[in-house]
């Protein structure tokens, strides 16, 4: 674009020498740069989430965390640079997917829940999730939280190598078909929980208003009112 002749005449007027600022601003291109780090996970997430070769309930509270662990580590962890950015993430988090739901499928995931290097199945928040999902569907189920226990640390059915080695690569809700024989009761939750699926339709959704609203005619509209009429 910058070598095109029509720009070299498209220089001379105001708004030309407003974009050639723009083009040669190192800090411009660098902040771009930041955004496409922190959008690529949130991206990659999408993706499995509306993906139809398996079911994805499982894997929607892992990939936000590692989102807002990846934002911190752009900005080194330093608070007053990332907060901004983890604030929008947490926001939409919050209202849409930090759901009970989504931290049970988590913690019930095997290939998380028997991953050495990670200890987010240790976090509150994950197991509490889980107690409040028994709570309202088996709060009467004898015997469950033992089952839960013999999960967590790996006994019996749970225990055997072929159901640790299975864990990375055989789908959640397939895999406590095949190795939650010894827990029955968690297993019909885990099931039914793991085999559910997630969709990015409502992004979609967003997308397709702001294509709308944003035409050529109406292409000056400042983001924060788009954002206003897409939610009206």
């Known amino acids: 674009m910058v070598i095109c ?5 498209f220089l001379k007027t105001e708004k030309g020498r407003g974009v050639k600022d723009i083009v040669f601003n190192q800090r411009f291109w660098n902040n771009c740069l930041i955004i496409v780090k922190i959008m690529e996970p949130l991206m990659r997430l999408l993706r499995i989430c509306d993906t139809d070769e398996k079911p994805s309930l499982g894997y929607v509270y892992e990939g936000l965390s590692r989102s807002i662990w990846g934002t911190n580590e752009i900005f080194n962890n330093q608070e007053s640079k990332y907060k901004p ?3 929008i993430i947490n926001k939409r988090w919050d209202k849409m997917l930090r759901k009970r739901l989504h931290a049970a499928a988590y913690w019930l995931n095997p290939a998380f829940q028997y991953d050495p290097n ?9 197991y509490n999730g889980l107690l409040g999902i028994i709570q309202d569907l088996h709060p009467d189920t004898p015997g469950i939280m033992h089952e839960v226990t013999m999960f967590r640390e790996g ?14 690569t055989t789908t959640p809700d397939e895999w406590w078909r095949l190795f939650g024989v010894d827990a029955p009761h ?11 699926t997630s969709s990015s339709s409502g992004c979609e959704r967003n997308w397709s208003v702001f ?4 035409t050529k005619k109406r292409n000056r509209l400042e983001h924060e009112r788009l954002s206003d009429i897409c939610s009206s």
């Open 5 to 9: 002749p029509d720009y070299k005449k």
């Open 85 to 87: 950015f983890v604030d």
């Open 118 to 126: 990670n200890s987010l199945h240790n976090e509150p928040k994950a």
């Open 155 to 168: 006994k019996k059915c749970f225990g055997i190598p072929l159901a640790k080695k299975e864990a990375k």
């Open 186 to 196: 968690l297993q019909n939750l885990a099931i039914r929980i793991l085999s559910q």
């Open 211 to 214: 294509e709308w609203i944003h």
